[in-house]
Each structure stands twice: as C-alpha cells, then as structure tokens.
C-alpha cells in the first residue's frame, strides 16, 4: 500500500532561523512530489512540484530536495517568518495509469517571535 | 489573480439528505479535483474529472458520490444519501492540465452530517 510518512509531526521554531521538513514515500512507480502549504481552515496552496529527474527546486525562501533512490524528500524553509506558521504537506502520486495521489499527515510548523 | 471559489463555505444537513456541493475552477483549467479532509486528518483525494468524464477515482467515491459539470463553469459534487462520517471539509481544485501541473485549490466548504 502506498504511505507517505512526514517528520516532524511538529516542530517549534523562532523567527529567522532555518528549518527542514521530511517526507518519506513508499508509493511506486513515481509520478511526482508535490510540497504544499495549509493554513488552518483552509485549501492547500502548491510551493513545489518535482518529477523523477528533478533533484532541487526552490520557491522563494522554500526549497526542496528529490532522492528517488531512497525515496525521500525535503523542505528547507530559510529565514522563517511569522506567515510560515502553518501545515506542509507532502503528496506523491504514481505514474502508469493511475493518478491518484498519497497525502502525508503534514508537519505543523509553528514560528514564535 | 484568477481563484477557485466554493459554495456553501459551511453547510449542515442531516442524515440521509442529499447535498450538492458547488465549485467554480479557473476559467481556463480542464482539470477538476474533489478531495476531502476529515477534522485533525489528512486530505484524501476523491476523483478527478476531464472532458466530461471521470479520470480517476479513490475507493472512497463510491455509489453515494457522483460529479457533473453542469454548464461552463460550475463543477459539483452530490453526496445521494449523507452519512455521519462524511462530516469533513470538501475542497476542489483544478489545473491547467494533469499530473505535473499545479493545482489550484478552493476555500472548502465544511459539511457538518447531524
């Protein structure tokens, strides 16, 4: 069964530090990586999409990272501000026919000042 | 800057009743989305729909699901006969084109099953 696993569930940090979000994926064969941020109540809103050949994308101050060997991937949030405070969501879909997406739990990043 | 809007934001309806949930994607997108997120879980996709017929669909869009695309614009989703378990925020979302486009999602609507 295809799982998308997310770590940390939550994480803690201060304005202007750094922070990264992991996504680990078992779902086969690979169609895409998509990174996205959630506001409480309301709809995700897309930061990155990556395909199998795609290593490093970035998106302003987030940037995220491919290993298809070891099917995993990253978010680095750079310089984080009191707006990031939100859920990421990690999303893989497959290739070969079905579309169908796997959504990751998202980690909760909460930004104190 | 074009959006996908979503109406009710919140409907309550009891159980057993039909309800119609309505979106409008982006005026130039041929993709469409359902998906649903039950409180304190993640989303899950429900189906997509292109060219006037369903692409793909989850194994929880069973009987009780249906799409349409009634005129040019709107994009529904009807749940026949609602369950306690449906409760959830329902989002649409569309895009430009499939797989590696990016998709552009509503607002939701919550729907509460009483």
């Known amino acids: 069964k295809n799982q998308v696993e997310q770590s940390p569930q939550s994480l803690i940090i201060l304005e202007g530090k750094n922070c990264t979000l992991q996504?680990?994926?078992?779902?086969?064969?690979?169609?895409?990586l998509r990174w996205y941020k959630q506001d409480t109540g309301r709809g995700p809103v897309s930061l990155t999409i990556?395909?199998?050949?795609?290593n490093t994308k970035s998106n302003g101050r987030y940037t995220a990272t491919l290993d298809a060997d070891t099917k995993q991937s990253s978010l680095h949030i750079t310089a984080s501000q009191l707006s990031d405070s939100a859920s990421y969501i990690c999303?893989?879909?497959?290739?070969?026919?079905?579309?169908?997406?796997?959504f990751g739990r998202g980690t909760s990043l909460i930004v104190h000042p | 800057e074009p959006e996908v809007t979503q109406t009710p934001s919140h409907q309550v309806t009891q159980m057993g009743q039909e309800v119609i949930l309505r979106c409008v994607p982006i005026?130039?997108?041929?993709?469409f989305y359902w998906y649903r997120q039950i409180l304190g879980q993640k989303v899950e996709f429900l189906v997509s729909?292109?060219?006037?017929?369903?692409?793909?669909k989850s194994e929880i869009f069973d009987d009780q699901f249906s799409v349409e695309r009634p005129d040019g614009s709107n994009f529904t989703l009807k749940i026949r006969s609602t369950k306690l378990e449906d409760s959830a925020m329902y989002f649409c979302?569309?895009?430009?084109?499939?797989?590696?486009?990016?998709?552009?999602f509503g607002p939701g609507t919550r729907l509460t099953v009483t």
């Open positions: 979302a569309s895009s430009a084109s499939g797989l590696t486009y990016e998709q552009y």
């Open positions: 996504c680990n994926y078992t779902v086969s064969p690979f169609s895409n």
């Open positions: 990556m395909t199998f050949s795609e």
């Open positions: 999303v893989v879909s497959e290739s070969g026919g079905s579309y169908i997406p796997t």
């Open positions: 005026s130039n997108h041929l993709y």
């Open positions: 729909f292109y060219n006037n017929e369903i692409s793909e």
